[in-house]
């Protein structure tokens, strides 16, 4: 079929999106998420914005003042963390976009070709990879100011906004892949933990053979650095970094090199992940939507459960509900993608992002903000799993009002097994920065771990009452299954307004000088915080039921 025919298709898959989209509407149906799907959108645009001007205000006066060397450090950084967010940032923090290819648009009469690149398309146009693009074009702008090409600083950047999209893609569909799969996700684990032990071993063993080999003598150091250098300046941050500074002096040969190595990555993320997509997601797509409704979206995590715990001051409704809600995530795709890359982020950023901080802010020391601050990042990293705890029940919800039991204790009996996942995930974190040398003190891993708990608590508070307002139905092998707009917009809020708070009492012991004062102004808001969740138990279960039939017939729908 021609190209015409192509975009003729495309076109009207829009036009028939857009009707049931309208349909909807007239129903009452999906309003709220229209209204926080523009909200969320406006938000975010903003935040890039601001982002991109306080950028802006950084490189423009170096490139008036001619600081060639800043401009190019200033490149390649923000150019790399385009590539971080675009491709290892929605590993870990769940996107409110759709499935790449929903079972709705499988029906049309389109090759699995022509579906990949819809999927780029929807790509980029979400928000995820809208955001960095600001940041992007005042790269450019900085680069061609004076005497550059501006046509060939745009160029530049639409390479590698191209490639972010389709290593984007190519990383999310391949560790996907990996995880699926038993052996290979134990393998991609044990490369975790020895990435993880290099993090923490490696500048040990440099600095034990640098005393026994002085560097002057080091021929074998100085040919891997040379090596490092090497690749650092093959990687496509680095090229299109340095096409920018040739576009800016005008040296059109060294540009079109430049460019053409940026357009090589393009070219090779476009190949891997048309490969993933094509063997791999639609294969499993195909393979699950001729199992049947009951295989395909149920699944085995969905049997009784088979452990027996009892505990006896705990009712046996919240004990056996912790236990299947537990096993559910540690077999989703989502739990066991986290509780792999989380700690190899984290040891990440221990080993290089956290010992950077050396300075206090706002009545915490350098410590309280390394670790304060990455307790509070890993209770945020479930967002999905919190704002939705109902989503892998689908039409399972039903046994809640028909099974003996009640139903506050179901809820918390939801929650405590979130709970259990999220300290699992920071116990794992937690030794993870030990392996790599960071350092924590009693006190302040107390008060960090306090700070979490009050996270934890305060955060299942509100996800209880938006899951019962904004039901949406997740599938057990997706990472990309949509959430409510709306839903994680007040999740957002809620979190946003709760912050400040938990800074103060974390802030008490500068304000009175007493580092105890830390560890009681946090063991205070969590008490509050627990008597607000327990309190919101029984409300929160009353408008489960009278919310009975409309949350069983979001949750029976599935993907849109």
């Not at 800016?248 to 090779?268: D, F």
């Not at 009892?310 to 795709?333: F, M």
């Not at 007493?514 to 279960?541: C, E, H, M, N, Q």
């Amino acid at each position: 079929m021609s190209g015409g025919g192509t975009v003729s298709q495309v076109l009207a898959i829009v036009w028939l999106r857009r009707r049931l989209l309208m349909n909807r509407l007239r129903r009452g149906e999906g309003v709220w998420d229209l209204v926080g799907t523009i909200l969320l959108g406006v938000l975010w645009g903003v935040v890039a914005v601001g982002a991109a001007i306080g950028l802006g205000a950084v490189m423009l006066p170096a490139a008036r003042a001619g600081d060639e060397s800043l401009l190019f450090k200033l490149q390649v950084g923000v150019i790399a963390a385009a590539f971080f967010a675009g491709t290892v940032l929605p590993l870990l923090v769940e996107k409110e976009t759709g499935e790449v290819v929903t079972e709705r648009l499988l029906v049309f009469p389109l090759t699995p070709a022509r579906l990949f690149w819809i999927a780029q398309a929807a790509l980029a146009l979400s928000v995820d990879h809208l955001f960095y693009l600001p940041a992007l074009l005042v790269v450019a702008a900085a680069a061609v100011l004076g005497a550059g090409s501006v046509s060939a600083g745009l160029a530049v950047v639409l390479a590698v906004w191209l490639g972010v999209l389709a290593w984007g893609q190519a990383v999310q569909l391949g560790t996907e892949v990996l995880l699926r799969g038993r052996r290979s996700r134990e393998a991609l684990a044990v490369v975790v933990l020895v990435l993880i032990l290099a993090m923490g071993m490696g500048p040990g063993l440099v600095g034990e053979y640098l005393d026994h080999h002085p560097l002057a003598d080091g021929a074998v150091l100085r040919q891997g650095v040379t090596a490092a250098l090497a690749v650092g300046r093959s990687l496509a941050p680095w090229q299109a970094a340095s096409a920018l500074q040739a576009a800016r002096t005008g040296e059109t040969g060294t540009w079109l090199i430049n460019l053409g190595g940026t357009t090589l990555w393009l070219m090779a993320g476009l190949l891997v992940s048309r490969w993933f997509f094509l063997r791999f997601y639609l294969g499993d797509r195909g393979r699950a939507k001729g199992a049947g409704p009951d295989r395909a979206v149920v699944g085995k995590s969905f049997r009784p459960v088979e452990w027996r715990l009892e505990v006896g001051w705990i009712p046996p409704e919240t004990v056996a509900n912790a236990v299947k809600d537990l096993r559910i995530i540690l077999r989703s795709l989502t739990g066991r993608m986290l509780l792999i890359l989380t700690p190899a982020i984290m040891g990440f950023m221990g080993w290089s992002v956290l010992a950077d901080i050396t300075e206090p802010y706002r009545g915490l020391g350098p410590d309280q903000l390394r670790f304060y601050g990455m307790f509070f990042s890993i209770s945020l990293i479930t967002q999905g799993l919190n704002n939705n705890i109902l989503a892998f029940e689908r039409g399972g919800v039903q046994g809640y009002f028909l099974l003996p039991g009640r139903l506050p204790w179901v809820l918390l009996g939801k929650n405590l097994g979130l709970w259990i996942y999220q300290f699992l995930i920071l116990a794992i974190c937690l030794v993870a920065i030990l392996i790599v040398g960071t350092r924590i003190e009693g006190m302040i891993l107390v008060t960090g771990s306090l700070v979490f708990i009050v996270m934890a608590v305060y955060r299942a508070l509100i996800g209880n009452l938006l899951s019962c307002l904004f039901p949406v139905p997740r599938t057990m092998s997706s990472r990309r299954t949509r959430q409510s707009a709306m839903g994680n917009l007040l999740s957002f809020v809620a979190v946003f307004l709760f912050l400040p708070l938990v800074w103060l009492c974390a802030a008490l012991p500068s304000l009175l000088g007493d580092p105890k004062w830390g560890l009681w102004g946090v063991s205070i808001l969590l008490a509050v915080t627990l008597g607000l969740y327990f309190a919101s138990l029984g409300p929160v279960a009353a408008l489960l039921s009278e919310r009975r039939e409309r949350i069983l017939m979001a949750l029976s729908k599935g993907d849109k």
